[in-house]
């Protein structure tokens, strides 16, 4: 049986891992929406395609944090869940202070629902990686 200071120091790792793979998927999001930015800049890309990059950028962004960060090997599912809402939810705080506008509604929601996917399957790609390394 665990002792109760071993316990919260483990929770304690729970919690950095999940801040670390938010703090790197916000700069690799930060980062591929300047990039993106730029390409559809100089390419002329359509504005019906604009919303499907920006999915693509938060997927790519959860994954690649989760990757990163995530370390320890049980729960991968439900770290990747809760990195992939926090992302979406700290991503939606970032973006909309620097656009001036806080506006709630359905777009959150589903960018809610593809983020906690994307972070639940992310989460058992990166703990299966670390479990065969």
Known sequence: MRSKKNA???DRGYVFEIVNANIVALIVALLAILFSA???KL???SDSTIPV???IIKSASIFIGCIVALKKPHNGW???VICGFTFVMLSFLVFSALQNN???GLPLLNDCALG???GMISGVIAVNIRNRG
């Open 102 to 104: 806080f506006d709630f």
């Open 8 to 10: 919260t120091k483990s």
């Open 43 to 45: 390419f002329n890309v």
């Open 38 to 40: 730029l390409a559809v």
């Open 116 to 118: 906690m996917v994307s």
């Open 53 to 55: 990059i920006n999915q």
């Open 78 to 80: 439900l770290r990747g």
